[in-house]
């Protein structure tokens, strides 16, 4: 099995930028999909991004192209999301997951970590 710990979350203002982290362990990530969730208060799991293992493919969802980043750093044992020109509406708990093979629908994701909380003021 694998363990994922998000972290980097925190409270910005509108227009800031933020850098989540997701640190892997028990098994190495360089084999696993990692996506990247969100879930605001009240809504349901929604599908930000996800890379696969060889960091040469990504997906994102169209909402969020252009202003969020999926990276990953094989070495490290770490992917990253990064996130540019936040808005109050992205506001949720982001969760990073992991699966062998790419996909959007959280529900096939193997792995999860616990989340971290992004909060955007106005």
């Known amino acids: 099995q694998v363990q994922l710990v998000e972290s980097g979350g925190g409270l910005v203002q509108a227009g800031d930028s933020l850098r989540l982290s997701c640190a892997a362990s028990g098994r190495t990530l360089s084999t696993y999909v990692v996506g990247w969730f969100r879930q605001a208060t009240g809504k349901e799991r929604e599908f930000v991004a996800w890379?696969?293992?060889?960091?040469?493919?990504?997906n994102y969802a169209e909402s969020l192209k252009g202003r969020f980043t999926v990276s990953r750093d094989n070495a490290k044992n770490t992917a990253y999301l990064q996130m540019n020109s936040l808005k109050p509406e992205d506001t949720a708990l982001y969760y990073c997951?992991?699966?062998?093979?790419?996909?959007?629908?959280?529900?096939?994701?193997?792995?999860w970590g616990q989340g971290t909380q992004v909060t955007v003021s106005s």
């Open positions: 890379i696969r293992a060889d960091s040469g493919s990504t």
């Open positions: 997951a992991a699966n062998l093979y790419a996909t959007s629908q959280a529900r096939l994701y193997a792995y």
